[in-house]
């Protein structure tokens, strides 16, 4: 195992989360990782790739990083399910399950995230049918807070699998995780510009009618950006992507305009509608599009660093949910340039999943990292309380334990396999404490 001790300030990916632990193990497997646990110096946290907006990785103990605990360990053709390490990362796991005939049955549209990191904090991407990727997961390993290695799913350590699959790392460290696939497929890309009052007429078909539907609003434009995914039997077109990190042409011209409004905030409504009217001709459903895999399909490379919040609406009070939001950045004076995106997820049984036993949409609102954010999300966070909204783990918001019983309908039964995996919340930092109501 490599063990460091820590000199420099770890920071997550949008630059606002900072930690300073004492040390960063970076184990190279399970028992390694359990050795590790064992004596490690609490609070006990793991960083994936940082993606994740809240400071569920801030530590002034131990920081683990899984990236030494990455690939894929084993596939079955007949069952379609694939084990692989949880520090693999997924855009790293596409290709490799790819290589044995078989795709995830859904993605975000980032993937620079590890899987357990995006399991943990209930990362999904789009499709009325579709759930999200932990509720994709049939199994995982857990190293317990105490050292323990137990295997979880539904037939063994019940409890444990149906609140572990979204912990957010509060029940211990997942060290493999098997994941239901089905075969390799291939989806084309359709999308282009949309009336605000278009999109609404059909916004009941438009989801229905795709596998894979959302939209994007600036909401300073008249016209919103609708993409589409769909399966089909064409040849996929091999895609090229850039190392991570890389910042293409595109990324450069937002960025830029990003830095403009960050000084000349009245230019933020022309940019909404200039970046609308250039994001594609005008949707009619049945343009030519382009196929490629799904590992290769799903993916967006969004390099120019932001800040997020998302909430899961109920389905039905979506469309209400979002035109409010939209009304609420257009009138209420804080500067700002990025997109509201809308997006569809299935429920799911997990008991600290947003999507637990509720078919949902998710609304998200994103700020450029050189922008302070609070007072635009609050604004807007107080919307989706309204609507009985419940947070994306991984992005920004502001409610604890008092608010948050109230919403999950398993909250309780949580918490009470929360205190017996880990009575003593080694697992626990700060942020995570104000979360479940521990002192």
Same mark, same amino acid.
């Given at each position: 195992?490599?063990?460091?001790?820590?000199?420099?300030?770890?920071?997550?990916?949008?630059?606002?989360?900072?930690?300073?632990?004492?040390?960063?193990?970076?184990?190279?497997?399970?028992?390694?990782?359990?050795?590790?646990?064992?004596?490690?110096?609490?609070?006990?946290?793991?960083?994936?790739?940082?993606?994740?907006?809240?400071?569920?990785?801030?530590?002034?103990?131990?920081?683990?990083?899984?990236?030494?605990?990455?690939?894929?360990?084993?596939?079955?053709?007949?069952?379609?399910?694939?084990?692989?390490?949880?520090?693999?990362?997924?855009?790293?796991?596409?290709?490799?399950?790819?290589?044995?005939?078989?795709?995830?049955?859904?993605?975000?549209?980032?993937?620079?995230?590890?899987?357990?990191?995006?399991?943990?904090?209930?990362?999904?991407?789009?499709?009325?049918?579709?759930g999200s990727l932990s509720a994709a997961v049939m199994g995982f390993r857990l190293v317990t807070p105490s050292g323990d290695v137990v295997q979880c799913s539904r037939e063994e350590n019940a409890d444990l699998f149906h609140a572990g699959r979204v912990a957010m790392g509060s029940l211990g460290i997942m060290s493999e995780i098997e994941l239901q696939c089905r075969d390799a497929y291939a989806l084309e890309e359709r999308g282009g510009r949309m009336s605000v009052s278009d999109l609404f007429s059909s916004l009941d078909r438009l989801s229905k009618d795709n596998r894979h539907f959302e939209f994007f609003w600036f909401p300073f434009a008249d016209e919103v950006l609708?993409?589409?995914?769909?399966?089909?039997?064409?040849?996929?077109?091999?895609?090229?992507?850039?190392?991570?990190?890389?910042?293409?042409?595109?990324?450069?011209?937002?960025?830029?305009?990003?830095?403009?409004?960050?000084?000349?905030?009245?230019?933020?409504?022309?940019?909404?509608?200039?970046?609308?009217?250039?994001?594609?001709?005008?949707?009619?459903?049945? =343009?030519?599009?382009?196929?490629?895999?799904?590992? #290769? $399909? !799903?993916?967006?490379? %969004?390099?120019?660093?932001?800040?997020?919040?998302?909430?899961?609406?109920?389905?039905?009070?979506?469309?209400?949910?979002?035109?409010?939001?939209?009304?609420?950045?257009?009138?209420?004076?804080?500067?700002?340039?990025?997109?509201?995106?809308?997006?569809?997820?299935?429920?799911?049984?997990?008991?600290?999943?947003?999507?637990?036993?509720?078919?949902?949409?998710?609304?998200?609102?994103?700020?450029?990292?050189?922008?302070?954010?609070?007072?635009?999300?609050?604004?807007?966070?107080?919307?989706?309380?309204?609507?009985?909204?419940?947070?994306?783990?991984?992005?920004?918001?502001?409610?604890?334990?008092? =608010?948050?019983?109230?919403?999950?309908?398993?909250? #309780? $039964? !949580?918490?009470?396999? %929360?205190?017996?995996?880990?009575?003593?919340?080694?697992?626990?930092?700060?942020?995570?404490?104000?979360?479940?109501?521990?002192?």
């Amino acid at each position: 195992m490599t063990e460091k001790t820590q000199t420099d300030v770890w920071t997550n990916w949008s630059g606002w989360v900072k930690a300073n632990p004492t040390n960063i193990l970076e184990p190279s497997d399970e028992a390694a990782l359990v050795e590790g646990v064992r004596a490690a110096e609490t609070p006990i946290r793991v960083t994936g790739s940082g993606h994740s907006f809240t400071p569920i990785c801030e530590t002034s103990g131990t920081l683990i990083s899984l990236s030494n605990m990455s690939g894929l360990i084993s596939s079955d053709s007949t069952t379609k399910r694939a084990r692989v390490y949880a520090g693999t990362g997924i855009r790293e796991m596409g290709p490799l399950l790819h290589g044995q005939g078989l795709g995830l049955p859904n993605q975000g549209d980032i993937d620079r995230q590890t899987i357990a990191g995006a399991v943990g904090t209930g990362t999904h991407g789009t499709g009325t049918t579709l759930g999200s990727l932990s509720a994709a997961v049939m199994g995982f390993r857990l190293v317990t807070p105490s050292g323990d290695v137990v295997q979880c799913s539904r037939e063994e350590n019940a409890d444990l699998f149906h609140a572990g699959r979204v912990a957010m790392g509060s029940l211990g460290i997942m060290s493999e995780i098997e994941l239901q696939c089905r075969d390799a497929y291939a989806l084309e890309e359709r999308g282009g510009r949309m009336s605000v009052s278009d999109l609404f007429s059909s916004l009941d078909r438009l989801s229905k009618d795709n596998r894979h539907f959302e939209f994007f609003w600036f909401p300073f434009a008249d016209e919103v950006l609708v993409k589409t995914l769909n399966e089909v039997d064409a040849k996929p077109k091999p895609r090229r992507r850039a190392p991570d990190g890389s910042i293409g042409p595109a990324d450069i011209a937002f960025r830029r305009l990003c830095e403009i409004t960050r000084f000349a905030p009245f230019m933020r409504s022309r940019f909404q509608r200039q970046m609308t009217e250039q994001g594609g001709a005008r949707y009619s459903g049945d =343009e030519p599009g382009r196929a490629r895999w799904s590992h #290769d $399909a !799903f993916p967006s490379d %969004r390099n120019v660093r932001f800040n997020e919040m998302e909430y899961a609406i109920a389905a039905e009070k979506g469309p209400d949910c979002v035109r409010e939001v939209a009304e609420h950045m257009r009138t209420c004076g804080v500067n700002f340039l990025f997109p509201i995106e809308y997006r569809y997820v299935a429920k799911d049984d997990a008991w600290l999943s947003p999507f637990y036993e509720r078919e949902s949409v998710t609304i998200s609102i994103h700020q450029y990292h050189k922008q302070a954010y609070k007072k635009l999300f609050d604004g807007v966070e107080a919307i989706f309380r309204n609507y009985g909204g419940r947070p994306h783990w991984g992005k920004i918001h502001t409610l604890g334990a008092e =608010e948050l019983c109230e919403i999950y309908p398993k909250w #309780d $039964a !949580f918490c009470d396999v %929360r205190k017996r995996i880990d009575p003593d919340a080694r697992m626990l930092n700060p942020f995570l404490k104000r979360i479940f109501g521990v002192s």
